[in-house]
Each structure stands twice: as C-alpha cells, then as structure tokens.
C-alpha cells in the first residue's frame, strides 16, 4: 500500500539559511500535519491542513511557515534556520475525522 | 507541561506473555487516543486508536483499554513476540482526531527470549 512519502530523507543547513521540505500523503488523504521531534524527545506538533485550508497549528515557530497544495501535497518552509531545529520533520496524513493518522517516514535536518 | 504522560521510559517482558504498555493524559478535551509502535529511523507506526464513546478496541493481538474517569489508557499486547520490541508512543488528539496529536515520551518495550 501506498505510504506517506518525504523528501528530501536527509538535509543538511548551515544557520540563517532556509530550508524546504515536502510531504506526498496517501491517496484520498485530504489531511496533512506537520510534526518537529528533536533528540530524545517526542514528536511536537507544528501545523495541519486540511483541503488546502491550515486546519490547526501548534508550536511552529514565525520563521515556519506552510501550505497544502491541490494535489494535497504540502511543503513546509524554514528560514532563518538556528541549530534548534536540527530535528527530525515528520509528515502524517490522515482520510478524515476519527481516523488515524499515518507517518511518512521523516526528514532529518541538520544545521551547521 | 506534560498533557500525555507514559511514566515507564522502558518495559521488559518475556516472549508470549502479555505487554502492559500504561498512557495518562490530563486534558479533558482529548476524545481520540492512538498507539504507535516506532523504530529508530522510522516513523511512527499507527497500531490502534479509540474514541472516548467507547472503553475498548481490540485488533488481533492489540488491544486497548480506555478509563475516561481516570484519564487512562493501556495497551495489551498477547502474546508478546520478539518483534514486537520497539518504542510505543501513546498520542492524544481532541475535535475528534482533527487537531494535532500530542504525544507521550514513549516507552520502550524489550521483549527477551
């Protein structure tokens, strides 16, 4: 079965720079989130469309910023990169409410 | 503050008895609960979820118990499998599982041969 797709797997930065990422959800998911999971610590939730609409947002910082596309793919964009965010960046999508949301596998951030 | 709390960072527990894994949560508009299992490198994989109309959901050899009174859940796992060894991490959500997920610190559960 079709899984959530990241890319790009691995980024690395160096500070003040800026960084895209992307995220492809399932088929027929019209729900994506964004979630942050630094070092030895739990996923933190960012942000989330909904039918290309921001549906909720967390913790994300100004220097964030995101959108879903009609494809329902969505991006998320970081300038004025610090070494903070070295994380791990996941992307989950979900079909609707009440349901699960699936993980794509993450792309992990580093800034030099 | 801490909304989900899973007060045991690690479990060990012998193949084919039952894991334990035990989540609390203290926001009392949380009303869907999921479990993830997740290796490193990996992101988390969806086990099992619940909604708060209901105290119970079972799926093969998963199972979870909802305590709405005493905002807890627990995750059964019979019989326990090497495979199953992994980070679980309890995630709770409110609006009906459409708002972001907050999640526990996980627990890591060794299942030993």
């Known amino acids: 079965a079709a899984g959530v797709i990241q890319s790009p797997r691995h980024l690395i930065k160096e500070k003040r720079e800026t960084a895209t990422l992307k995220c492809y959800p399932i088929?027929?998911?019209?729900?994506v989130y964004w979630y942050q999971q630094g070092p030895g610590q739990d996923p933190q939730f960012l942000i989330s469309?909904?039918?290309?609409?921001?549906?909720d947002k967390g913790s994300i910082p100004d220097r964030f910023s995101a959108q879903q596309f009609s494809d329902y793919h969505s991006e998320l964009n970081m300038s004025s990169l610090e070494l903070g965010d070295s994380a791990l960046y996941f992307c989950?999508?979900?079909?609707?409410?009440?349901?699960?949301?699936?993980f794509g596998d993450g792309t992990r951030l580093s800034i030099l | 503050d801490q909304q989900v709390k899973q007060n045991s960072p690690s479990l060990s527990v012998q193949e084919g008895r039952i894991s334990i894994l035990n989540c609390d949560y203290t926001?009392?508009?949380?009303?869907?609960f999921l479990w993830y299992k997740k290796y490193p490198a990996e992101g988390p994989t969806f086990l099992i979820s619940?909604?708060?109309?209901?105290d119970k959901n079972e799926d093969g050899r998963f199972t979870v118990f909802l305590n709405k009174s005493a905002k807890h859940l627990s995750l059964h796992i019979v019989p326990s499998q090497p495979g199953d060894s992994a980070v679980y991490f309890c995630?709770?959500?409110?609006?009906?599982?459409?708002?972001?997920?907050?999640f526990g610190k996980g627990t890591h559960l060794i299942i030993q041969p």
């Open positions: 088929p027929r998911h019209d729900t």
């Open positions: 926001n009392s508009m949380f009303d869907y």
């Open positions: 989950a999508s979900s079909p609707g409410v009440s349901q699960p949301q699936h």
């Open positions: 995630a709770a959500s409110a609006q009906g599982g459409a708002d972001g997920l907050t």
């Open positions: 469309f909904y039918e290309k609409m921001q549906s």
């Open positions: 619940i909604s708060s109309i209901k």
